[in-house]
């Protein structure tokens, strides 16, 4: 399917987009390790980030959420690739499972773990808040909800703060997920 919105050229943007466009480029998620570049040969954003130009302060606003859901939360890099897997593989984010498959790699999760995350099957997971983690993010994918038990299971291993702050993170991206899906993003 083609993509529904053209991705825009840096020469056709307005200030507030041009603002946006280089806070983005400048970026963590930009300038750290990515399986592709976040803006493409031409310059235009790759991904979810070229819908953000669409209207900047909403665009800002998101991308400041994802900023702190990705990188200043209190999960290890592994929960937080475990978690982020979770939702693109239920969504079905090819996006998202591309850049986040390189990222759980690089942070020390095997072929074998991120394959069962894709499949949903057990995941061999030897931290007891790695395995909450995953388990949490496949109900409140699969449900939109945590069951008691689970809630007090999760709430047990991480802490009502990391819980929080994955209830956050798992919103955040599938509504990431959903921009991509309706958009057509594919690259």
Known sequence: MPARVDALRPADLTAEQREL???????????????????????RLRGPFNGMLLSPELGNAL????????????????QKELAILAVAAHERSDYEW???????????????????????????LDDPA????????????????LTDDAFAVAAGALGLTRLYELITLVGYYRLIAAQLRVLRVTD
């Open 63 to 78: 991308q400041e959420l994802g900023n702190v859901v990705r990188y200043r939360t209190g999960f290890t890099t592994r």
């Open 21 to 43: 466009y280089d806070r983005l480029l400048d970026s963590t998620r930009a300038t750290g390790s990515r399986p592709f570049p976040l803006a493409d040969g031409e310059g």
């Open 98 to 124: 591309a850049v986040h498959h390189h990222a759980a790699l690089q942070a020390g999760l095997t072929e074998d773990q991120i394959s069962a995350v894709h499949t949903g099957a057990p995941c061999p």
């Open 130 to 145: 790695e395995a909450a983690v995953l388990a949490a993010t496949r109900e409140l994918t699969a449900t939109g909800d």
